[in-house]
């Protein structure tokens, strides 16, 4: 960018009321591949400045009756349109203070009057020049944050589908369906959408901890998919030494993600839900869950939503060995868990918006 040429025909606003100043900046110009706007008033150069094409560098003359310089160039900075658009100002003063003060408003440079027809072009291709570096980086940055954007938006997809994908493959073991996937991961949001101003809890339910709660709950039971056949689709209750082998689909889950994470060597923002969701949610608020036997606020948030979700579409569902509970009776066989198999607290929000639970089911029934 080392000729005027580089700019293509750049417009310049001229502002004084003194055609004798004027004249030679149209003149000097003329050859150059400028076209020129005239303002003889502050007020017409606000005018002017709004018109397309947008003025590429503004010459702004200091003194000026009504609105003076100090004054159009505030109002150019102010307004989002124009205030990328250099302002040089024209003007008699060469005081520092004065200098000083057009800074302040939003001037990039002085030209002193009587004007110097060369310094007055190298100084309008030096801002030209400024400008246009400016605005290829500003472009630039605009076209990287798109591109950003549309890649964390194809990684999130990519993430979801692997996901879906996933926890579908664990669901086909089973006498669950996908439904159940999708009903269980939108109650736990739901649930967690009510709690996040709660005191205890709105230390961990930011707006994104929420939405990775939310993306990592279908692999609730992903360590399903290590579970005997036998066991898995047994249809009558199971002995102990099955229940023992049942159990162990929270720790083969748990296990499982922690070697996909070890794979990438750092630990992965929502897959530390996901492994909590899995290896807890069949942990009970008095300890006689499992597999650890966890109790009260040592089990993770995140399980303690998940226990709620995963136990209400259980008891909604119809299943080879049991007929599906109405929402009525599911609603008050988890209530009646309340301080025993759930979180107190996540067990009186369950109540209060427990109709939202019944819209997702209804929504989202197995067909």
Not at 68 to 87: H, S, W
Not at 160 to 167: C, K, N, P, V, W
Not at 217 to 231: C, E, R, T
Request: net charge negative.
């Amino acid at each position: 960018m080392n000729d005027e040429n580089s700019f293509g025909i750049a417009t310049i606003l001229i502002v004084d009321d003194a055609p004798d100043t004027i004249e030679p900046i149209v003149n000097c110009l003329r050859a150059g591949p400028y076209r020129t706007r005239i303002a003889t008033s502050g007020e017409r150069a606000l005018e002017l400045a709004q018109v397309e094409p947008l003025p590429d560098l503004i010459l702004l003359d200091v003194m000026m009756p009504g609105l003076n310089g100090y004054d159009v160039c505030e109002r150019l900075k102010a307004d989002p349109r124009t205030n990328g658009i250099p302002v040089i100002f024209l003007t008699v003063r060469t005081d520092a203070a004065d200098e000083q003060h057009g800074f302040d408003v939003g001037a990039v440079d002085y030209i002193t009057k009587p004007i110097s027809p060369p310094i007055v072009k190298a100084r309008i291709r030096n801002h030209l020049t400024l400008k246009a570096a400016s605005d290829f980086l500003t472009d630039r940055n605009a076209f990287l944050e798109q591109e950003i954007d549309r890649r964390i938006t194809e990684l999130n997809a990519v993430q979801e589908a692997t996901i879906i994908a996933l926890a579908s493959l664990a669901e086909t073991r089973d006498a669950e369906t996908g439904n159940h996937i999708r009903r269980t991961q939108l109650y736990v949001k739901a649930l967690a959408d009510t709690l996040k101003n709660h005191p205890r809890f709105a230390h961990e339910l930011s707006d994104e901890s929420i939405y990775l709660m939310y993306k990592s709950a279908p692999l609730h039971d992903i360590g399903k998919v290590g579970i005997p056949d036998s066991i898995l689709l047994k249809p009558g209750p199971l002995d102990a030494d099955e229940w023992e082998i049942m159990k162990r689909h929270t720790t083969l889950g748990r296990d499982a993600l922690l070697a996909a994470e070890s794979t990438m060597g750092s630990e992965v923002s929502f897959l530390r839900y996901a492994k909590e969701i899995t290896f807890s949610h069949q942990e009970k608020w008095d300890g006689s869950g499992y597999p650890q036997g966890l109790k009260g606020e040592q089990i993770p948030i995140s399980a303690r939503l998940m226990a709620v979700a995963d136990v209400y579409d259980a008891l909604i569902s119809e299943r080879v060995y049991k007929a599906a509970y109405s929402h009525e009776d599911a609603v008050a066989t988890i209530t009646a868990g309340k301080g025993l198999h759930f979180d107190p607290d996540v067990v009186e929000a369950f109540t209060q918006m427990a109709d939202v639970f019944r819209q997702i089911a209804i929504r989202f029934a197995d067909t």
